[in-house]
């Protein structure tokens, strides 16, 4: 009995060996799976659950700058290419659309020189090759059918308040990200100082139509960040509410943009939205 006792025991103590290397291959294999890399290339085929990816033109502006036509020129090739860009006017200067919180952003792009203009950013951080409107496709490859993050917008403008909920869900884990949330202003007519051949060769080119001009950052520029837990299968709503800015000419025009960046400053995703838009995620099937 003695001896069959301890076999039992030993039979028992193996199973549970088994067991565990069992349990222990799986919680591996499912950290396996929530790590793998992400193909964000652009000719990459769809990977279900995972989300379509923007690119972020940040164009550095100004009415009174001659050549920046040539980089609003460049915009519209690429929109007219693709409709994964979302850009952002940032006017400098002598401009009534000037904007005064622009700091931060010279000290990225520009840290030891004057924030000479036309400047422009994909994703915040990578230069638009010159000219730009040769080098649309530039733009166009840091689009993708897969990225490991999303975003969906609902923003909301009511007696003169602004309401934006962002939501953010995550197919993968991230650590150190941020939020940036833009407020922008579409339809805005200036003149607009021209020394290239487009737009007609015209210089200044009047009633010139001013979009997408960032006129006020509703997180900090560089982003917030995003305290909660950032892993696979979670989801991240941020809600903004704010007074409709002094600056703003007519708040029918109102669009907005968020985009997640990472602890190098360089953007995961972004989305744009107009008021009263409420979004899903895109996600695909």
């Known amino acids: 009995m003695r001896l069959n006792f301890v076999n039992m025991k030993t039979i028992y103590f193996s199973l549970f060996l088994v067991a565990a290397a069992v349990l222990s291959s799986c919680s591996e294999t499912n950290i396996i799976e929530k790590q793998i890399v992400i193909d964000e290339t652009i000719d990459a085929p769809p ?5 379509k990816k ?51 952003l010279k000290n990225l792009i520009s840290p030891e020189y004057d924030l000479e203009l036309p400047q422009s950013r994909l994703n915040r951080t990578v230069t638009w090759e010159f000219p730009e409107p040769q080098n649309i496709q530039q733009a166009i490859n840091l689009t993708s059918n897969n990225c490991g993050l999303g975003l969906a917008l609902h923003p909301t403008v009511a007696n003169g308040n602004i309401s934006v909920d962002v939501a953010i869900k995550f197919v993968q884990n991230y650590t150190d990200v941020k939020l940036v949330v833009y407020l922008l202003e579409d339809n805005l007519t200036y003149y607009q100082a021209n020394y290239t051949t487009y737009f007609g060769a015209v210089n200044p080119v ?10 006020a950052s509703l997180t900090n520029i560089m982003g917030d960040a995003i305290t909660e837990a950032t892993v696979f299968g979670t989801t991240v709503t941020k809600n903004f509410s704010v007074p409709v800015p ?16 990472g602890n190098d400053n360089k953007v995961i995703n972004v989305r744009s939205a107009h008021t009263d838009e409420n979004q899903e995620f895109e996600e695909n099937p």
Not at 58 to 78: A, P
Not at 246 to 261: C, H, P
């Open 246 to 261: 002094a600056n703003i000419e007519n708040a029918a025009n109102l669009s907005f943009v968020a985009f997640v960046v």
């Open 206 to 215: 009047l009633n010139f139509d001013h979009d997408h001009v960032l006129r």
């Open 47 to 51: 990977v279900s659950g995972q989300f």
């Open 54 to 104: 923007r690119v972020l033109i940040e164009d550095y502006t100004g009415t009174w700058c001659g050549n920046c036509t040539r980089v609003s020129y460049g915009i519209e090739k690429v929109f007219e290419s693709t409709e994964r860009a979302v850009a952002v006017a940032i006017h400098n200067g002598n401009d009534p659309y000037h904007f005064d919180g622009i700091g931060p």
